[in-house]
Every structure is written in C-alpha cells, then in structure tokens.
C-alpha cells in the first residue's frame, strides 16, 4: 500500500500564490487587499495556495460583533492535484494562522452556487452553515463575470448604460446569495455562531 506524500503547509510568496490561483482556481485571479498566503507542497512540490483576507465586504466582522482584527474571510483554495484531504489542508493552515493572528476570533467562507459549489469541504471540516449571503448584482463583460463593486472600481460608475459606452454587450444579472460557512476559534465565539446555525446545504438546493 503506497503512502501518503508528506505534505508541507507553510508561508509562501505572492507569486507562488498568485500562480496557484490563475492556474487552479476558477476565479483565475488572486482577491484584492491584504492578504496572507499559506502555501501547499506534498513532497516538496508545490500544489496550491490557501488564501486568507478581509474579503469583499468592509462590514464582515461587524456583522458578528467584532472588529477587524478579530475575523478574517478564507478567500481562496486553489490547488493542483493532490494526495491529502482538501479538509486536511484547510484545517493545518487554519491552525497557523491562529497561531499567528493573536486574538483572532473567528474564520468566514463563501461557497458559490453559481459554479455548483454547496461547501463539501467546510461541511467535511464541521464548519456551522448560517444560511445565504444576500443576492448580488453580477456583470458580464467580455466573456467575464464580475463582481458589481469590480466594475465600479474599474470603469468608475455601476450605470449599465455607461458602463455599456466603455464596454458594448455588458449585462447585468442578479445572482444568488452564496453559502456561508462559520468557523469560531474560542468556546465564548462558538456560543454565539451556533445561535446562527442552520441544516447544511445538499447540491442542486438553491435560495432563489
């Protein structure tokens, strides 16, 4: 019976994260802002990145009471082919940036039902599911999907008609609130998200 490869989980630059996610995520791009870049090696190769970051909304830790520094969204998981569990590699790189991150309250993740994603992995890892996020405006434009605050940032107004000056064939679509999956680092903060816990998702049930 083969073993597994030793997997290595540590510290790794922009560009091997940035690598990882355009070549293995289905974004193609690494999230903006600060990040910290937790890298994935199984025998000393490099497979991947998982990615932690404040995401995209300013409001996601007031949401549950806390200030910034207490939580942080895990924004991306971006690996090649792998041996160890994706759970496995989640759960090490969690431990890390625990460590790390004095003070560090709570871990926030989406998964996004627009590419069939219900959040296997944060199941398999007893994260608590606290329902959908809020629906969200979604552009099309020149063969890409963006976010509505990208757009803004990008051609300097969310008026479709404007936008469509700049781009011709833009489209706007209101998109499905993604999956939330909730990981509490404390006993007192585990209290208070199972208050919010709810039946985990199966594939195909979508909040419309």
């Known amino acids: 019976m083969n073993e597994k490869p030793e997997l290595k989980v540590d510290w790794c630059s922009y560009d091997a994260a940035k690598y990882a996610c355009t070549h293995w995520h289905y974004s193609k791009c690494l999230p903006t802002g600060k990040l910290v870049k937790i890298g994935v090696w199984e025998d000393n190769k490099y497979i991947g990145v998982v990615i932690f970051g404040r995401g995209a909304s300013p409001y996601l830790s007031r949401t549950y009471g806390l200030t910034q520094i207490e939580c942080i969204e895990l924004t991306r998981v971006a690996l090649s082919n792998h041996?160890?569990?994706?759970?496995?590699?989640?759960?090490?790189?969690?431990?890390?940036?625990?460590?790390?991150?004095?003070?560090?309250?709570?871990?926030?993740?989406?998964?996004?039902?627009?590419?069939?994603?219900?959040?296997?992995?944060?199941?398999?890892?007893?994260?608590?599911?606290?329902g959908d996020s809020d629906k969200t405006k979604m552009w099309h434009i020149a063969g890409k999907r963006l976010h509505h605050r990208s757009v803004g940032a990008k051609y300097g107004t969310t008026v479709l008609e404007k936008v469509r000056i700049l781009e011709p064939g833009a489209e706007i679509e209101i998109a499905p609130g993604k999956h939330k999956y909730l990981m509490p680092l404390d006993k007192k903060m585990r209290r208070e998200i199972l208050k919010l816990k709810k039946p985990y998702p199966k594939k195909g049930e979508v909040e419309l």
């Not at 309250?105 to 296997?120: E, K, M």
């Open 83 to 130: 041996i160890n569990t994706v759970t496995k590699i989640v759960s090490i790189s969690i431990d890390k940036i625990k460590k790390s991150m004095l003070g560090l309250r709570l871990i926030v993740s989406f998964a996004d039902p627009f590419h069939s994603h219900v959040g296997v992995i944060y199941q398999a890892g007893n994260w608590i599911y606290a």
